[in-house]
């Protein structure tokens, strides 16, 4: 198996264990607090999307795929505090357009020579992600990090544990 095969092993994973612990958030579930201040889950799925794809196309342009237009106005930090529910995609939008924004990932790091793992990445991410490999490590932990705030916005809403 290959660093790239390995790799997009634990992305599909990572996306499936996201997708399971919201599979039954409402619409209106995925605008819920936990507390006030902290950003409901649809904000942080959209978050998710821009920030993977932005980091895959920091690597090779073109790579993570295309955003819907207008997604990405969405989920800024001005749009943080927004509870509109026609603001925001829907549930099965979000993860349609997370989902695939994955695939582009998937293909990307199965893609990699073991050379391009090396690559040094886009100076904005170099202190996080030095690399591409590194890069493609860092995905799924960032989804796994909101995944855990998923979790609490479960038990606020009395849902049951899933793990």
Known sequence: MSQG?????ILNGNLEFLKMTLGDFSDAEMLVRP???????????GHLVLAENGMVNSC?????????AGFAAKFTKETTSNDDPKFFPTKAELIDVLSKSRAATIAWVKSLTPAEMETPSAERIKRFAPTW??????????VAMHVGQFQVIRRKLGKPILF
């Open 60 to 68: 090779r342009p073109g790579a993570g795929g295309e955003l819907p």
């Open 5 to 9: 095969e390995f790799l997009a092993g």
């Open 133 to 142: 490999g590194h890069v493609a490590t860092t995905l799924p932990v960032h």
């Open 35 to 45: 507390v006030p201040g902290a950003n409901h889950a649809a904000w942080q799925v």
